[in-house]
């Protein structure tokens, strides 16, 4: 296969057509889930001195100092955006009184949820040093107990610990807490230059079921003090969550978007078939939920929520950085589910719209690291850990149990990264395209993607200078929706570029992901090979060879010998049926390269560990394009 190849700079300029504007729109790199020390599982997990001003230094480029081993760190390549999202639940509480700043004893009463937790860690969080391990073993013997009742709503299960009247989370520790975190946020804010967006984590995890969902506002501080962060010790329901971001946006006017993380770890809650009470999803749910959360965290630390052999077992490329633990102190066997996964939920969606005539999970896709370190760390070979006490080869092995099985930090990989198509680099402009879906994820690597979708593209766009210019006038951007066409014989087609990360490795292959509604209304789902490098060939299946493997596992070093630098084509749906709903969305492979489980065992003369491959085929994931008949 011929490949095109066109200078980086061209993929840079282009009509912002979703703005209806003339303005050049440029790619944006950012983290929009990040923990320091204020939250109380990063403080009690060894980062005790890394703090929303640490973050946003390191995010910048500045050198700083890790919270455990104390060594001078500083990140590969310099952010464009970055929302710190400390925990909402005793946000800065551990920290304030490992200083002094506050007593127990007022504490114990203002937060129902957390008194015996407080009254646990009397003791044992005052003579907690820097090198203190107990803290995390601490912050494991709180995480909630399993299901009694599994497949019900879990926050009413009996086994669900949180207090089911809490007064809520309106002490004057999180006050102060929130104000400073605030400050940190309008300080490192330089319009034009870096956007530091202000948000938090609101983090119900009901019976180890994940719902977390990040909370990102693009206002200021005159805004963003006139509320507290609402948490899981308020309300454990989403709707609960998404009432209280109506009604504070009304009062204060603030704007809110929430993103789901983690799905892979929902015990099938995230994407379901009806509310967490046992519900239908009615149209004014639909409705509701797609207006708080246009986005979903498809790629993080803590595993890859795009798919799971289990749900597209056709899909040869399913089995990727799966994350087979829940968040509990009981055993329980890891089991996917339709509701855990990005495409599974999105054809789910598509299913409820065909019924109730909306789409509740109409969301793009982005990556984000989930660090509690306060470093925003998504590359392998400069990867500082999930917390501050996994961070070096020797600490990675896990000490503790989460659902009963040993989660290594090995177990985890260093990810992800937010892409954003935007005017400019401002709170305004990211928050707009994140509104609006033109975002995509990678697992770390810098990979620029591109795509549109139409129905008469011009043959010539695929080489054209002004791709992104002709995209746009011809076609919709990722995130956008197709209507039925004026012609019957036309098919969707798909603009497609990627460019690699200039300082990273070759790419493999750019595969589309469609999946349609059949006649009965049932969600169908196909991959394809949509253009590639190094002249393979697709046997009669469709099946594409494997694009070779350069890493060496003595050294951890790899050879860009194999691949191509960009991948472009015009993707016409051979299977078109104008009559389906269906959506498309684009993977792209990079060729493998070391994984920081590599890293550690060449730097520490180990074997590599069990917990963790050798190489990571690294992968980006554009947000989709529907197709409404």
């Known amino acids: 296969m011929e490949l095109k190849i066109l200078a980086l700079p061209t993929l840079l300029l282009a009509t912002n057509a979703a703005a209806n504007t003339q303005q050049a729109s440029h790619l944006y790199w950012g983290d929009t889930h990040l923990h320091t020390s204020y939250s109380f599982d990063a403080f009690l997990s060894n980062n005790q001195s890394a703090d929303p001003d640490t973050a946003y230094r390191w995010a910048k480029g500045s050198p700083v100092i890790h919270p455990y081993t104390r060594a001078k760190v500083q990140v590969g390549t310099p952010l464009d955006f970055l929302v710190v999202s400390d925990h909402a639940e005793a946000l800065g509480v551990a920290r304030a009184v490992m200083n002094e700043t506050q007593q127990l004893a007022k504490l114990e ?82 319009p034009g230059k870096f956007t530091a967006f202000v948000g938090w984590e609101w983090s119900s995890i009901p019976t180890g079921a994940n719902l977390h969902r990040v909370i990102m506002s693009p206002n200021g501080g005159d805004i963003s003090k006139q509320y507290l962060p609402f948490g899981s010790d308020q309300s454990q329901y989403p709707e609960d969550l998404w009432a209280w971001l109506d009604n504070t946006s009304a009062t204060s006017g603030a704007e809110f978007i929430a993103i789901p993380h983690n799905s892979n770890a929902s015990k099938g809650y995230m994407f379901p078939e009806t509310t967490l009470r046992g519900q239908p999803i009615t149209v004014d749910y639909a409705r509701t939920r797609m207006k708080w959360e246009p986005v979903v965290e498809v790629t993080q630390i803590k595993g890859d929520s795009e798919t799971h052999p289990s749900v597209s077992p056709h899909d040869s490329f399913a089995n990727f950085e799966t994350y087979d633990h829940y968040m509990q102190v009981s055993p329980q066997e890891y089991q996917a589910s339709k509701g855990d996964y990005a495409r599974s939920g999105l054809r789910r969606g598509m299913e409820i719209e065909n019924r109730i005539g909306v789409n509740p999970f109409k969301f793009g896709m982005i990556g984000s690291t989930d660090s509690h370190t306060a470093l925003s760390s998504s590359e392998e070979d400069n990867f500082w850990g999930k917390f501050a006490h996994d961070s070096t080869p020797e600490t990675k092995r896990a000490k503790t149990i989460i659902g009963g099985t040993k989660a290594s930090g090995w177990d985890m990989s260093a990810a992800g990264l937010a892409a954003v198509w935007a005017t400019e680099n401002s709170r305004e402009s990211i928050f707009a395209a994140f509104k609006r879906r033109e975002v995509y994820s990678t697992t770390g690597p810098r990979i620029s993607v591109r795509v549109f979708g139409g129905w008469g593209f011009d043959k010539k766009s695929v080489d054209a200078e002004d791709f992104a210019k002709m995209g746009y006038r011809q076609g919709v951007p990722m995130g956008g929706d197709l209507a039925r066409p004026s012609s019957t014989d036309k098919k969707v087609q798909l603009l497609i570029r990627a460019v690699k990360d200039p300082k990273h490795a070759n790419l493999d292959r750019i595969q589309v992901v469609k999946a349609w509604l059949d006649e009965k209304g049932k969600s169908q789902e196909k991959v394809y090979n949509a253009v590639w490098s190094d002249n393979r060939q697709l046997d009669a299946q469709g099946w594409l060879p494997a694009v070779g493997d350069t890493v060496n596992r003595d050294t951890a070093l790899y050879k860009n010998t194999i691949g191509a630098a960009q991948l472009s084509t015009l993707w016409i749906d051979p299977d078109f049926d104008i009559n389906q709903r269906a959506f498309y969305y684009v993977r792209v492979l990079q060729i493998p390269t070391p994984r920081h489980s590599l890293y550690d065992a060449v730097a520490a003369r180990i074997d590599i560990p069990e917990e963790g491959p050798a190489v990571i085929q690294e992968r980006a994931y554009s947000s989709p394009i529907w197709y409404t008949p």
Request: charged share 20%; aromatic share 8%.
């Open 109 to 190: 009463g203002d937060i129902p949820f957390f008194s015996e937790f407080f009254r646990t860690i009397k003791l044992t969080l005052m003579r907690m040093s820097v090198n203190y391990d107990g803290g995390a073993d601490l912050f494991q013997s709180i995480l909630p107990d399993k299901a009694h009742n599994p497949g019900s709503d879990p926050v009413a299960d009996p086994a669900n610990i949180l207090d089911k009247n809490p007064l809520g989370n309106h002490t004057p520790t999180v006050a102060t807490a929130w104000s400073e975190i605030v400050d940190a946020a309008e300080r490192h804010n330089e």
